[in-house]
């Protein structure tokens, strides 16, 4: 049975510095939870469930006999969760050790410049994950990838993209080879850069803050600035938006689609 003193444990893990104390994070809900099980990057440690959840989803749960099931009530339900109507499954993960960024990555990353939103970040996770680009960089004063609304906005995703944090203007320094495409207001319209410029190819998308924009020691070292022209009145766009829009660009156009297999057939 869960003690008073595990309650107020999980209910600390919203704070960065217990995640790191105890070396764990939660997640809440069935998809992002079986997300989580599914994947071969991440360890679940325990699971806290209500009844019709553990019902549900036994079938499910026989192929994760290591993993231990507390069936509890709602209202402790209620006490460990951080959500206004919790949703019957909270899981406890093992935080993963500092994910790096491949010496030579494939396709397009996402450079991330102090997105401090943690909705904005998970829904950027998501959208990573529906376009398959497997990692996403992230400056240090960007939003805590691990922190429970994150983990909440990504649905489930974070259970399948690398997040990278590291100084952003040392990253680009390390892949030199690769060019870096910084969302701005004022750069080339991304249907015409599409048109010119072969993505398939390794290159960084570079989103800034939600704010502030690019920061400026990063400006030297962005080889070109592309924008989504203003068709109407919106002074900006979200930054999760405006990432949703240039991935579909970059990694659907022509361009990204990857040669064909010539042996095939």
């Not at 995640?19 to 939660?26: E, H, M, N, P």
């Not at 992002?32 to 360890?43: A, H, I, K």
């Not at 009530?73 to 993963?96: F, G, M, N």
């Not at 190819?201 to 924009?213: R, S, T, V, Y």
Request: aromatic share 6%.
């Amino acid at each position: 049975m869960i003690s008073k003193a595990q309650i107020k444990e999980i209910r600390l893990l919203h704070l960065k510095k217990h995640r790191q104390r105890y070396g764990c994070f939660v997640a809440e809900g069935d998809k992002t939870v079986c997300s989580f099980l599914e994947s071969p990057w991440y360890q679940v440690l325990q699971i806290y469930a209500l009844p019709a959840w553990v019902e549900a989803r036994k079938t499910f749960l026989q192929s994760h006999r290591d993993v231990p099931v507390e069936i509890i009530k709602p209202d402790i339900l209620a006490q460990i969760s951080r959500l206004q109507t919790p949703q019957q499954v909270l899981a406890l993960i093992h935080l993963p050790a500092q994910a790096a960024l491949p010496s030579k990555p494939k396709g397009l990353t996402l450079a991330l410049d102090a997105i401090r939103d943690p909705g904005n970040l998970g829904t950027i996770i998501r959208i990573a994950d529906w376009f398959g680009i497997p990692y996403i960089c992230c400056s240090p004063d960007c939003a805590d990838a691990f922190q429970p609304k994150v983990v909440q906005a990504s649905m489930g995703s974070l259970a399948h993209v690398h997040v990278v944090e590291q100084e952003l203007a040392s990253l680009f320094q390390q892949h030199r080879d690769m060019p870096v495409y910084a969302a701005t207001l004022t750069g080339k319209a991304i249907q015409q850069f599409c048109k010119g410029t072969d993505t398939s190819q390794p290159a960084f998308l570079l989103i800034g803050n939600e704010a502030h924009g690019i920061s400026r020691e990063l400006l030297p070292l962005v080889t070109e600035c592309i924008t989504i022209p203003r068709l109407g009145n919106a002074e900006s766009l979200n930054a999760a938006i405006a990432t949703g829009i240039l991935c579909g660009f970059l990694c659907l156009t022509e361009n990204a689609k990857p040669a064909p297999d010539k042996s095939a057939g």
